[in-house]
């Protein structure tokens, strides 16, 4: 498996990495700083082979959480295989709704993260796929 961490706010990365690794997530999950460079990655390194964990937080500049939704398509990938976790701090039921409605969306965290969240996410049903 592969883990994409795609946020503009480098604490937020960099605390987001340790308790993924603390936690058994992952244990090295890659940085990017806003959706087009994720996007960028994918398109160039994509085996359908793989599993993909990303997080991805909605506001960044340059490519949104949105567009890089959007931008997934363009990959080749499949549901079965690229797994996406929305990270924001927006508590607006409309983006939470949106977010899970998206079929590679798997679940909606609320900054900040928690040992907790990563702790439950492996516990989490939809997440299943990557764990096995």
């Known amino acids: 498996m592969e883990m994409l961490l795609v946020d503009d706010d480098k604490f937020f990365t960099l605390m987001a990495k340790t308790m993924v690794t603390k936690t058994g997530l992952h244990s090295s999950p890659k940085a990017f700083e806003n959706g087009f460079v994720a996007l960028e990655y994918l398109k160039n390194n994509y085996t359908p082979q793989e599993k ?69 996410l492996k516990k989490n049903h939809l997440l299943a796929p990557l764990f096995e």
Request: charged share 15%; glycine share 6%; proline share 6%.
């Open 52 to 120: 993909y964990l990303i997080f991805v937080d909605i506001n960044m500049p340059i490519m949104n959480g949105w567009e890089f939704l959007e931008g997934i398509n363009e990959v080749g990938g499949s549901p079965n295989n690229i797994f996406v976790v929305m990270v924001s701090s927006s508590v607006d039921y409309a983006d939470i709704q949106r977010a899970l409605k998206h079929p590679y969306v798997r679940e909606y965290l609320i900054k900040p993260l928690s040992i907790q969240n990563m702790t439950d």
